[in-house]
């Protein structure tokens, strides 16, 4: 159950693999009494019985069967198939409503205009706002929150139900609306709710479902899916869902994903098929360029050129985006009026966009009225637009007209087209709405492509080759080039590639696409992060960098170089007060605990929560009323021997009397207040306290009076109550002056308590964390982090703890910048957080809050450091 | 430098990066001082200055960059493209040779028949003689060799140049001799000779060549550059190396093979067209099947036919060639026969299979003139060679008419082809050439699916499309599918889909072949290891199984029900003699070092070596020698004392005496001998052994004896010497009867030095070997092992260690069976290992001989054990 170690957080699934392990025990026995019933059954030969031994043997079969890796991977691409069928299909009818209001409208512009601009516009609103109200999780793009779960860290609410639907609909409703994005991000991540869902399903019927790290394979296959039943490409979605999400992938993951994502491809392009949209299954954007001689040697310097220029293009494109973003974010007073108005800004860059592609009016000179799709087929159309920079006639009635303009050259139209279409992807794709950058980016890429085909075939009308027969130039080749440099330049991967030549059918241009890609990715990945890490780091989401190409100075530094030698870490031996102490200096979110401070041995580390839970258990409300009823029973025994006993009424009095007594102390409690008891006290002494000093030194008092109520909050839960529910079970208290004496007694147990050895027995101790050694490089850190999804690793020498290294000094070696904060990571390679880990964060703030009130309560005067400070300096 | 801390055995490397890092600096010194010689130049404004500026500063510029990851992929590239070119080239010549050879003579049956078998039978006799005399590495595929050092295995003489151009030139003539052999194999093992002959080289300039875990990166991106060049196949290279090699894969890898293999691919094709063999840039196997309708949905449950029968075909395929050779292994006397004739075997084979493929004779029904190329692209054709099961007039002059016999239907031949081709191809991969099977099997392949083609052309003669249009079935399309399937069937890869894609230059296919290729696979897997998985099984090298899909078990069974709880440690206050003990009782390369019997708190974990070294220290030469020379010099004056010194002449005829002495006491050392010289020994007796009893008990007088010997001869390299070497330093001693006497004294000393307690200060002590805990499942414990290419790791609970888990022990629990023994498993994910490690198991094994001889040697009386034997225990 645990890997490598991870005991301590692994508890929660232990214990829900064991109750799948006894659910199948019980399952498997009503199995055998069910094939007893059988053979009961068998005896009797009525027809009934033959069918319900039928059932019964079908029910046996499928519960076997469920468990099955492929059949989860076949539902898997099934359900995809059909989510991405109806998502397209529900698009393209929202689509052709608004060619049909355009074009019903013809004899008012301004109608015509209204219509055109309303459209979008109410889509888009309405996708925001529906997004917003159900699951604000299901904005944007969903790969960069992938790739952070599957590196290891649990997002909140990510793969829920309600995020599915908002996503689902958010997405139908945003591209329907006809603005420039792209389905390909949500749907990674609709295929990974998908995942998620269907596990959960699946878990009512087989316990293997419970399995977490099966469940983090099957979201890695989830992500190949996604981008397969997107584009019908399965090799490339496999390829592109692990250059995106993973630094190492497992190859077992690489065999599910190519049979998910191809049964959910064949799925998809069959049910086109059935719905007669298509005569057989063929690629979703099928050129039609020539085999026999697809481009000549000498034109490769041109897609070279394509390669760099959409490297570009591509590093500013994601730094237009992060740009737009954090404009908007730095603008306080555009963003509280946004905020106030959420809908307005997603409204707004709509009506903008909207208006520009406006068909009659700028729209003309951008192809304006063609959608998407339309754009794409036609740039990779396999026919010259142009001859010698003459725009030729179309002599064919296609959607490729809308690239002619009377007055305007088709290059021009390209460049604007092209212009235009870069910043609005950039800005639309800032908009709160389930939305992509993939398709846009792809759309802009093919223009470009086109544009430098167009001139090129201008520049040699009858094709460069020059032996013999005449080959034209192809510029639809171009705009495929174009196409996957450009996409691969904005999302730094090389897959794109491959997913053009599956979208495309042809694999004809191979090598100028594999040529101009790689040129496309060496710029852009030495200028800018991809899409996806620059939204990772303006989410804050936790990341690890990557090492890049030829970073020599990576393989001279040494662990021991970026380490924190500083290790906050608890002995065997040490007392609670240690723990308190170690609780409120640290930030790790998790201990190292050693031998002890000499000899330092390193044995485990143990979750912070543990440590709260071990001090709430050792000073919380259940051990401190059963000692202040023990205090109360023994006082009682005393007073009855030495006075008589109070009335009824008498003591009902006094009891009120400590009531109010306790809450009006609670709210002026004041550590320079006298102590007017004192003299009592001695009196009342118990004999386990007796080696104390009587006569309390005034800051240890303070002390105590903050820390018992420190403590009597110190859980959560009860810091809203009021003390006197604590301390209303002491009804045989006989007066109220008592009361302040029990207080001094209870902050001298909390004391004790408190420098009583720590209990180590009932804590989950993670017995063998992470060890590097001083000399390890900080290449092979970063190997080992990436691979292993690390969050920290202590830094041993035989044994002996001597550092520590996290993500942050890690990314600090690497970047030496960005520190994020209170964001979980999760152990290594592991599963799922059961949810108790969330509130255990809680505690750990409430603790800090404590503390501040606590700090500013007492008097200025210095806190007396205990041994365990001294010791973890 | 060191990963996790490997401490151990990384020191080698380390010390040759600190020699780099200082050759660096000392270069980064001479490059400051060739600037400064540069600026004094510049004051000079001679030509010949200027010529000599720009010279420095290439130079310079060259030398900074020459450490870069990409310069070091292109010339890899590069150079593979090169030899991938020169040896098709020779290939071509070889077979065109035998073609005219063959053409030349068709006067005479008989001659032909000699020109067509002989010619093989050389090329194959060479080509196996020149292998096994330059380098025996350099037979097979070489596929499976590489997965084992990725996986982190140390094969020695691997990678070296002999075995380069062994490889090479062996593998030309292999293929050069017509037989059904591949060079995708050896394409991939030259390629990774090619990256390590080039890392060797590149560290002469600069340092970043000495780190060893940048290589292993090296060595993965070579393995696809090596697909990559064979079939122009950069994208299918990739894919598949990693799918063939790789347990897991990092993304960082991926971009590289990209890179080189795009780059080798590309100069591969280039080198065509200016050669004149191709007009531009195509597909090695273009095909031209129709874009618009490349297959009815109908046909699809053709295509999963063809998916299914290759799946078994495979299986099929990979037992046959194993059955092959464990037969050819077991059959004593054949084995005898062939072993003694080594170049006999491949001869016989190359014979029956050139007799079967006579073109006049059997040959005519199985198209046996057309070369393996040739036969791939008749089988590719667009066109249906019959038509309702008659065999159409071929009205074309191609190779296809060789599948065309009068009097044999079309079927019947290929039926004929593809059976025999497959023993063939089966048995010519056992033949111990360079050689691999990938080729072979594809074409065979291709056959079956065009079997299945032609059979479906056959039946539906118009097509299954039913509506409107007339699509005649392409049966080539079948070929591709079938040709994808039964190669990824065999090798176990899905990626052989997009190998075929690129091969053919189409596309349209994509779904039918995806689909046969993971029915193929789901068959195959299902039944047989995959071809390189079978012969890592054959040839014994260490391996770890793969978890099949949704082995449930896998999930439930934990460390605890696989580990040794039996573990061999070593404590911290240990002695000598457990040392010893522990040494010659295990098995693993390390043992555990913990603190102490009782805690058993887990410090670090020792190379066996160093334990050996320690040992030897304690015990070898020198300290003997020290203390025999101490030992005589207080003799000497102890003697000087108490009598007169002997003349020159006396002591140099003593010490002849000695020598004589001890050679004869050397040869007839025998335990029972009388020892006379014991009266004297009190006498001698040093203050440091007065506590030990004076009358040794034979038995530990005999162990001491033996000891000495042994321990004489603990060092390997003093074993072959004579004891008098040693002992001949004793110049002075006064009598050959005192020697005997030394002897005794010499064999307290070792007891005693075996009791003292080992000093650990220059030991190298792996601080932080891999931990597992007890509930760590056996699911997570194979990805951790091949994740970090483990060899053991200890488990521990608390720090205290408790067991230990190997290779072996997991082995076993996933599969059952089989122990591999004697190969050295590498530290985790790292670099090649120094030199000197293969020396110490020669160690290893010297020990555990001197032990046995021991034995043998001694009374059959049992060895006293000592108390470390009894905690080992």
């Avoid at 649990?154 to 792209?182: H, Q, R």
């Avoid at 690629?283 to 310097?301: H, V």
């Avoid at 290790?567 to 979110?589: A, P």
């Avoid at 004999?687 to 109520?709: F, M």
Wanted: with cysteine.
């Amino acid at each position: 159950r645990v890997m490598y170690g991870r005991y301590t957080q692994d508890l929660g699934v232990y214990a829900k693999e064991e109750a799948a392990r006894l659910r199948e025990g019980s399952q498997r026995r009503s199995v055998s009494e069910r094939s007893r019933t059988l053979d009961l059954l068998e005896y009797d030969k009525g027809r009934c019985a033959k069918c319900r031994i039928c059932t019964v043997r079908c029910q046996k079969f499928l519960i076997s069967r469920v468990g099955e890796d492929w059949i989860f991977l076949i539902l898997l691409g099934l359900l995809m198939a059909l989510v991405s069928w109806v998502v397209d299909f529900c698009i393209a009818i929202c689509l052709q409503a608004q060619k049909w209001m355009y074009g019903g409208l013809d004899s008012n512009v301004f109608l015509q205009y209204l219509a055109w601009v309303t459209y979008p516009v109410v889509l888009i609103t309405f996708s925001a706002g529906f997004t917003q109200i159900l699951a604000p999780q299901a904005v944007g793009s969903g790969i960069p929150e992938m790739k952070t779960i599957l590196r290891g860290v649990v997002l909140k609410e990510y793969l829920t139900f309600k995020t599915f639907v908002a996503k689902v609909i958010g997405l139908t409703c945003a591209l329907g609306s006809g603005m420039p994005l792209g389905k390909e991000g949500p749907f990674v991540h609709i295929a990974s709710l998908c995942a998620a869902l269907l596990s959960k399903f699946m878990s009512l019927f087989g316990g293997i479902y419970e399995n977490e790290s099966r469940n983090i394979e099957m979201l890695a296959a989830a992500c190949a899916v996604g981008v397969g039943c997107c584009f019908a490409a399965p090799i490339g979605g496999v390829l592109f869902s692990i250059e995106v999400t993973s630094t190492f992938f497992a190859v077992r993951n690489y065999w599910r994903g190519f049979f998910a994502a191809t049964f959910s491809a064949f799925i998809f392009r069959v049910l086109a098929v059935w719905n007669r949209d298509e005569e057989t299954i063929t690629a979703l954007f099928k050129t039609r360029f020539r085999l026999d001689f697809p481009f000549d040697l000498q034109e490769l310097p041109a897609f070279a050129v394509i390669g760099i220029a959409s490297g570009f293009g591509g590093a500013l494109f994601v730094y237009l985006n992060r740009l737009i973003v954090q404009f908007i974010r730095k603008q306080k007073a555009i963003n509280k009026f946004l905020m106030k108005k959420r809908l307005l800004y997603p409204a707004l860059v709509t009506l903008l966009v909207s208006t520009l592609t406006f068909p009659p009016g700028f729209g003309q000179f951008m192809a304006g009225r063609l959608t998407q799709k339309e754009s794409l087929v036609t740039l990779l159309d396999n026919r010259t637009w142009a001859k010698q920079g003459i725009a030729e006639e179309f002599d064919y009635i296609s959607h490729s007209q809308a690239w002619k303009h009377p007055q305007v050259n088709v290059f021009v139209t390209l460049v604007l087209f092209i212009v235009m279409k870069f910043w609005m992807s950039a800005l639309a794709t800032t908009i709160p709405v389930p939305c992509g950058a993939f398709m846009p980016v792809f759309v802009i890429g093919a223009a470009f492509g086109r544009l430098v085909g167009e001139s090129m075939a201008a520049w040699f009308p009858d094709g460069i080759h020059t032996d013999g027969t005449i080959y034209p130039i192809v510029p639809g080749g171009y705009a495929v080039v174009g196409a996957a440099a450009l996409s691969g330049a904005v999302t730094h991967t090389v897959s794109t590639a491959v997913i053009v030549f599956e979208l495309t059918g042809q694999i004809s241009h191979i090598l100028p696409v594999m040529i101009a890609v790689i040129l496309a990715n060496a710029v852009a990945q030495s200028l800018q992060p991809s899409l996806y890490d620059s939204i990772i780091r303006i989410k804050k989401l936790p990341y690890l960098p990557e090492l890049g190409w030829g970073h020599h100075e990576k393989y001279n530094i040494r662990v021991e170089d970026i380490m924190v030698r500083d290790v906050r870490y608890i002995t065997l031996n040490c007392c609670y007060r240690d723990l308190h102490d170690v609780l409120l200096t640290g930030h790790l979110k998790t201990l190292a605990l050693v031998e002890s401070a000499e000899s330092m041995i390193l044995l485990g580390s143990i979750e912070r929560a543990q440590l709260q839970s071990l001090l709430s258990q050792q000073l919380g409300r259940p051990r401190r009323l059963e000692y202040i009823r023990e205090r109360a029973a023994a006082e009682k025994k005393r007073l009855s021997v030495v006075s008589n006993p109070g009335s009824e009424d008498g003591s009902q009095r006094a009891n009120h009397e400590v009531r109010f007594q306790i809450s009006t102390e609670e709210s002026s409690f004041s550590p320079t207040r006298p102590v007017p008891q004192k003299p009592l006290k001695p009196a009342l002494k118990r004999p386990s306290v007796v080696d104390r000093p009587t006569e309390i030194p005034t800051s240890q008092q303070d002390n105590s009076g903050i820390a018992l109520k420190n403590l009597f909050c110190a859980n959560p839960e009860t810091e809203g109550m009021e003390v006197r529910d604590v301390i209303c079970p002491l009804q045989s208290s006989p007066s109220s002056s008592l009361l302040l004496f029990y207080f001094l007694q209870i902050a001298e147990w909390e004391e004790q308590q408190l420098d009583e050895q720590v209990n180590f027995n009932n804590c989950k101790i993670d017995p063998a964390p992470f060890q590097l050694v001083e000399r390890t490089s900080l290449h092979k850190t970063h190997t080992i982090f990436s691979l292993l999804g690390l969050d920290h690793a202590y830094v041993t020498s035989i044994g002996r703890l001597i550092g520590v290294v996290s993500l942050k000094e890690l990314r600090k070696a690497i970047e030496g910048s960005v520190t994020v904060k209170g964001v979980k990571v999760r152990p290594p390679l592991a599963s799922f957080r059961d949810s108790g880990t969330s509130s255990s964060e809680n505690e750990a703030t409430e603790l800090h809050k404590l503390w501040d009130r606590h700090k500013s309560m007492s008097l200025p005067r210095e806190h007396v450091p205990s041994d365990s400070d001294e010791k973890s300096q």
